[in-house]
């Protein structure tokens, strides 16, 4: 299941969404007044969010047809 994240995590687009990611928490974080702080990081994090789960999903979908391929044979 691992070699199957890690390969749904080889596309560029979301590597190109963890990179905006990271870098929409720090700009946010950095250029925030105080009292916007507590919710600066939540665009980001919603960001990495998603991309977890469609990778989560990808993987997982992946492994079940490899289970179901792997019974057939």
Do not use: N
Not at 55 to 65: M, Q, T
Request: aromatic share 12%; charged share 20%; glycine share 4%.
């Amino acid at each position: 299941f691992c070699t199957l994240l890690l390969a749904a995590l080889d596309d560029f687009m979301l590597k190109l969404l963890i990179v905006c990611a990271i870098f929409s928490i720090t700009v946010d974080m950095s250029f925030a007044t105080p009292e916007e702080r507590s919710h600066a990081w939540i665009e980001g994090t919603a960001i990495l969010f998603a991309v977890a789960v469609v990778s989560l999903v990808g993987a997982w979908s992946d492994y079940r047809k490899e289970g179901q391929f792997l019974k057939q044979q």
